[in-house]
């Protein structure tokens, strides 16, 4: 059984590389990646696989019999790059995907819900067994910004009082990897969130009591926000999403408490108060 891993060497994709090493022998798990010298500290087969080269895709994906397609990062292009995917994985064989989608990829007022629900279409109309893990915020996305915040004196954002339930990212990655070695989850749907919910305010509080320095947060109006993003350096196209994102955090977009995550890995998950400290 040999299961491929789209995007091996990205954040996500390195510790569900890590998971599957404690569940399958390493000779089981192949790295699928733009460069493949980049995946040799992996210590696993690599083999080239760029999402905008379908050509090259079916052969990469010979004798894979399980494929988890972690979603691309080029916003915009990624409906695309993963119906190339899917249909190379039907020419090829593989007999299960596994996505990682959004949150309440239905519903969500979030910028990213239309690729996502695209592929999730595409997967229906596949024919190929998959399984769909809507994966909530990496509590990450927002411990990124705490240097800033404490360079500036506040956490600023336009999430108002919105919930957030989010978690972090290996304990998405373990999720991940008990699905992929586990085909009674084939043809599921899993919303997946963190145990706890917190609003930007209980964020900025937190890293108060662990940094001791007082640290507000600020809500911002989005397109205020997003001009505070630009002027750190982001890119206008992506200072301009993050700040719709929180506009739809606002609207508790990213809250869920399901619990299907914890469930799913059999313990809770990361508490927010370990990531801000790992952040710290």
Known sequence: MKIGITGATGQ??????????????SENIVALVRSPEK???????????????????VG??????RLLLISANEIGKRERQHSNVIEAAKKAGVSWIV????LHADTSSLSLAGEHRATEAALKNSGVDHTILRNGWYTENYTGSIPGALGAGAFVGSAGDGKI?????????EAAAV??????????????????????????????????KNIPYNNLAESEYAEILKSVGLPEFYADA???WDVSASKNDLFDDSKQLSKLIGRPTTPLADTVKAAL
């Not at 996500?12 to 022998?25: F, R, Y």
């Not at 995946?39 to 895709?57: H, S």
């Not at 996505?99 to 959004?102: A, D, E, Q, V």
């Not at 963190?194 to 937190?206: I, M, V």
């Open 12 to 25: 996500l994709g390195q510790l569900v590389v890590e998971q599957l090493k404690a569940k399958t022998n």
């Open 39 to 57: 995946a040799a500290e992996l210590g696993i087969e690599a083999r080239a696989f760029d999402y905008d080269q379908p050509e090259q895709l």
């Open 60 to 65: 990469a994906l010979k004798g894979i019999d």
């Open 99 to 102: 996505y990682t989608s959004l």
């Open 165 to 173: 339930s989010s978690a972090s990212r290996a304990d998405f990655a």
């Open 179 to 212: 699905v992929l070695t586990n085909e009674t989850y084939k043809g599921e749907l899993l919303e997946l969130a963190g145990d706890e919910s917190y609003t930007l305010n209980d964020l900025a509080a937190e890293i108060t009591k662990q940094s001791g």
């Open 242 to 244: 993050i700040a719709s």
